[in-house]
T-cell receptor, first 113, second 109 residues
């Protein structure tokens, strides 16, 4: 009974393509996040949604667009993929301000060739 | 904003050795502090947390104490096992969860 599930787990695609990653949580949390982990394991927040409202939008290229149809889902669409987008993308969720911690999905490894 | 600095790795230990990973934070106010662990090929798991000064978080033999005076949250384990091999992240909760750079720990039998 997975708490935060994201699909696909692996994604290999060519430069210039458009792709989406989906995330769903069944914890009843009202805040969801997207993080990017680079090859050196460094984690950087990209977006955060609270009850379908965008509350954090870090310096991310416009090619990245999050969408939250409801508070249990947060998808990430990426246009015109570039080599530098290759990374592991993690979805996470938390209660309100996250002071009790976040629950992370298992990650989507995106490889752009 | 909040930021976290943690000890760089990699760290290689023998089984049953003592592990310490240093972590210091900068923040306005008193953020909640966390240690997360990432096993190979997996996502991040919350290892332990502390929400206020002098709190001690503990789990699976790991401990960390929220030290306001030194702005630190060092992770310790008295006797590591091969299964503790992973990347460990210190994190601070401000308006967002900010992570340290991660410390790779390898425990050899």
């Amino acid at each position: 009974d997975t708490a935060v599930s994201q699909t696909p787990k692996y994604l290999v695609t060519q430069m210039g393509n458009d792709k989406s990653i989906k995330c769903e949580q069944n914890l009843g949390h009202d805040t969801m996040y997207w993080y990017k982990q680079d090859s050196k394991k460094f984690l950087k927040i990209m977006f955060s949604y609270n009850n379908k409202e965008l509350i954090i939008n870090e310096t991310v290229p416009n090619r990245f667009s999050p969408k939250s149809p409801d508070k249990a889902h947060l998808n990430l669409h990426i246009n015109s993929l570039e080599l530098g987008d290759s990374a592991v993308y993690f979805c996470a969720s938390s209660q309100v301000k996250g002071q009790y911690g976040y629950t992370f999905g298992s990650g989507t490894r995106l490889t752009v060739v | 904003g909040n930021s976290v600095t943690q000890m760089e790795g990699p760290v290689t230990l023998s089984e049953e050795a003592f592990l310490t990973i240093n972590c210091t934070y900068t923040a306005t106010g008193y953020p909640s502090l966390f240690w997360y662990v990432q096993y190979p090929g997996e996502g991040l798991q919350l290892l332990l947390k502390a929400t206020k000064a002098d709190d001690k978080g503990s789990n699976k033999g790991f401990e960390a104490t929220y030290r306001k005076e030194t702005t630190s949250f060092h992770l310790e384990k008295g006797s590591v096992q091969v299964s503790d091999s992973a990347v460990y992240f210190c994190a601070s909760q401000g308006y967002k969860l900010s992570f340290g750079a991660g410390t790779t720990v390898t425990v050899r039998a």
